[in-house]
């Protein structure tokens, strides 16, 4: 069975370190990358687990740093020299771009729905309770339908 790899941005690993749940994107996926500026934004040290590797190709960062914050420029950038794998983003901008170069996706509200699809966890909503305590801002539709998408 191949790796599933998955690349991803500061706001979904802060996300998850702020509501004590960072070790789920390592249960996740078999491995996980992010980038030097990614690292940098986050501002302290990253799990041992996460690999932060910088993209080669700057000319595409720079093409999406035009249209995109540098962290989701960075990260979309790397996952395009990875190939087969995941970006974990929440940035409607960055989503958009992924979508229209067939990258896939994922955020951080579907990571939580795949990690109890995983049996990572058991269930999604006190996950989704901490998140709505903090500055991450998602429609309430949004929230019911993972909730329903969960079985929950």
């Not at 990253?46 to 914050?69: F, G, H």
């Not at 939580?112 to 500055?135: H, Q, W």
């Amino acid at each position: 069975m191949p790796e599933v790899l998955v690349v991803s941005d500061t706001s979904s690993i802060i996300l998850l370190d702020k509501i004590g749940e960072i070790e789920i994107l390592n249960k996740c996926f078999d491995k996980v990358y992010t980038t030097p500026i990614v690292a940098r934004e986050f501002g302290i040290s990253l799990p041992v687990w996460i690999t932060v590797q910088e993209t080669r190709n700057k000319i595409q960062q720079e093409k999406l740093n035009a249209i995109m914050d540098a962290g989701e420029a960075s990260v979309l950038a790397l996952a395009s020299e990875l190939g087969e794998c995941y970006v974990l983003i929440d940035d409607n901008k960055a989503r958009r771009y992924a979508e229209a170069v067939s990258q896939k996706y994922v955020g951080t509200l579907g990571l939580i729905l795949r990690a109890k699809r995983l049996g990572v966890i058991s269930t999604v909503r006190p996950l989704l309770e901490k998140i709505k305590k903090t500055d991450f801002w998602a429609s309430e539709s949004l929230y019911e339908l993972i909730l329903e998408e969960a079985g929950e």
